[in-house]
């Protein structure tokens, strides 16, 4: 086991390594400069298409496009891909950057956010346009899918590669890891047992999960923009109290991403390369752009146009990582709590008590174990999918029923191995989902000119015909 631990260590330090990092991020920047710049640009029509993406709509439909495809709204859609990215990364995430990296780190968890916004949108492209049917009827699609009927038959192997990663993650990053964190959560606030934690989470997801992706979708639907406004109220009140330290903490931002800084109270110091490393690292973990986990979830969407579901996908990153991950920063950085050399979750309900007193590491609490909740909904999806492509489509109640009999397992395990080989096949995921993307990108450049050229674009038809 220590030899399986070490070798995996040393994948994991190379798939989370700068040169991944790099492909990520070069990935990102050449799709955003071959879109010039239109997720940026359009991010406004983006939140208008989600706003009428909240149901199946007449308007979304021209004579030459009858009905819409797909088992869920396109808001449902992008929530559901938001209760997989929303969680521990926005917690836990943003202060293990800020203590490794820096008030300087969160600069680059932005500027991957803004690259990441071109990932996600040709993600979704991808997806809608080289989406299949299953043997029910139901729409499939993602990294695995654009691969095969994208790249055709030869990179049928890759497809089964993002799968195989896909399939194991989930039961790690998005299962095991998210409810052993709200136990732990919940022993240290509320002196909840870790067995009755895991229990309680495994009765209410398997609920939502057996019932496969349109009860997803409802729950994530409903669950996610409630969780999400309620935490950014939550740390807006926080800057409210630490209104004067709001204009520092940008300063520090801006600043300590271009410069060292020197190690003061129990902080450690952070060179600008950790502040880079550690942003960038902690950014992608948290929106997961280039992962290729989204757009498993956006190939469900009732859309037969591919960049209008992209334009939707490109706001999970702004959400994600612009809003959600920045109010958990400032909340940070406004206190002075971050110098004191704590980290993760214990760093955010530190700052969050600090101005509110009695009931601030309460709030990050709940916060989590409901961030958490909504992963595992979110990931138990996109591993029954990744399990389907590999064994097809009699697999996928097996899967579910493992899936939820392992939450219980997590609440209670020590995850030290687990967290490690998760964590690794997460990172791996993403470079068979890179090279689709590149080798595609022609595709997802000529639909998008189609589109704002005003041309009727009709690639989304489901590639039954092609399997």
Not at 114 to 128: P, W
Not at 199 to 225: D, F, Q, S, T
Not at 288 to 301: C, D, K
Request: proline share 4%; hydrophobic share 55%.
């Amino acid at each position: 086991m220590e030899t399986l631990t070490s070798l995996l260590g040393a994948i994991n330090g190379i798939v989370w390594g700068p040169l991944m990092l790099i492909l990520l991020l070069g990935v990102g920047i050449y799709l955003q400069i071959g879109l010039k710049l239109m997720p940026i640009r359009k991010l406004g029509m983006g939140f208008k298409l989600m706003w009428q993406g909240r149901d199946a709509k007449p308007s979304d439909k021209t004579p030459s496009q009858p009905s819409d495809e797909g088992e869920i709204s396109p808001f449902n859609a992008l929530m559901t891909a938001l209760s997989a990215t929303i969680g521990t990364g926005n917690i836990a995430g943003v202060a293990t950057a800020i203590a490794l990296g820096g008030p300087g780190a969160v600069f680059w968890m932005w500027i991957t956010a803004l690259v990441g916004m071109a990932t996600k949108f040709a993600e979704a492209v991808l997806a809608v346009r080289y989406r299949e049917t299953d043997s029910t009827g139901y729409h499939v699609g993602g990294p695995m899918f654009y691969i095969k009927n994208g790249l055709g038959r030869k990179w049928l192997w890759l497809g089964g590669l993002f799968s195989f990663f896909g399939a194991v993650a989930a039961f790690g990053i998005g299962n095991t890891v998210q409810s052993n964190s709200v136990a732990d959560a919940m022993d240290a606030t509320f002196g909840v047992p870790h067995w009755l934690t895991g229990v309680i989470i495994m009765v209410l997801a398997g609920a939502v999960i057996l019932g496969g992706i349109k009860r997803i979708a409802k729950v994530a639907g409903k669950l996610v923009p409630v969780m999400g406004i309620a935490y950014v109220i939550a740390g807006l009140l926080v800057l409210i109290v630490n209104a004067g330290q709001i204009g520092d903490a940008f300063g520090l931002i801006f600043y300590y991403a271009f410069n060292p800084m020197a190690a003061a109270g129990g902080f450690a110091g952070a060179a600008v390369m950790a502040a880079i490393r550690f942003g960038v690292a902690r950014g992608i973990f948290s929106n997961e752009a280039g992962l290729g986990s989204a757009p498993i979830a956006h190939a469900a969407a009732q859309t037969k146009n591919p960049v209008r579901q992209g334009l939707i996908a490109m706001l999970g990153t702004f959400i994600d990582t612009i809003i959600v991950c920045t109010i958990t920063a400032l909340v940070i950085l406004t206190s002075t709590v971050w110098m004191e050399g704590e980290a993760g979750a214990s760093l955010t309900a530190l700052s969050f008590d600090a101005a509110l007193p009695g009931f601030g590491n309460q709030i990050v609490a709940i916060a989590l174990a409901i961030f958490a909740f909504t992963t595992i909904l979110g990931w138990s999806f996109y591993g029954e999918k990744c399990c389907q492509f590999l064994f097809g489509t009699r697999s996928i109640m097996l899967y579910r029923v493992l899936f939820v009999l392992a939450i219980p397992l997590g609440a209670i395990a020590q995850l030290g191995f687990i967290w490690l080989m998760a964590d690794t096949f997460n990172a791996m995921m993403a470079i068979p989902n890179l090279i689709a993307l590149a080798l595609l990108s022609p595709v997802v450049f000529k639909l998008t000119r189609d589109y704002f050229a005003g041309k009727d674009v009709l690639p989304g038809e489901a590639l039954d015909h092609d399997k």
